[in-house]
């Protein structure tokens, strides 16, 4: 089992800049890469971003290219999702979510490929 708690979220001004985390714990002596979905009212979730266990390869959705910033501390098992000049769109609530079965050097971009998730943070972005 691999618990992952986000933190971070809450309302902001578009143009603005947001950090959120996500804490793993639990089966953390594994590798397994991270990534980031969210889900606006009404929507169905959609894969943001993620990060491979390595750190070297790095995923985005194209809506938020050059916007956004994925991250990972394995020391600490932690992710991070840096999103800048964000737009009222960007308003859902974000989850972060473990990938236990990609290699090292690859992370899913699909929920099904993700075995694990947290419970949610909202970001609401004001125009």
């Known amino acids: 089992q691999v618990q992952l708690v986000e933190s971070g979220g809450r309302l902001v001004q578009a143009g603005g800049s947001l950090r959120l985390s996500c804490a793993a714990s639990?089966?953390?002596?594994?590798?397994?890469?991270m990534g980031w979905f969210r889900q606006a009212p009404g929507k169905e979730r959609e894969f943001v971003a993620a990060?491979?266990?390595?750190?070297?390869?790095?995923y985005y959705v194209d809506s938020v290219k050059g916007r956004f910033t994925v991250s990972r501390d394995n020391a600490k098992y932690w992710a991070y999702l840096q999103m800048n000049s964000l737009k009222p769109e960007d308003t859902a609530v974000y989850y972060c979510?473990?990938?236990?079965?990609?290699?090292?050097?690859?992370?899913?971009?699909?929920?099904?490929?993700?075995?694990?998730w947290g419970q949610g943070t909202q970001v609401t972005v004001s125009s």
């Open positions: 979510a473990a990938d236990i079965r990609s290699p090292p050097a690859v992370a899913g971009t699909k929920e099904y490929e993700y075995d694990y």
């Open positions: 639990g089966r953390t002596l594994r590798s397994f890469a």
């Open positions: 990060i491979s266990w390595t750190g070297g390869s790095l």
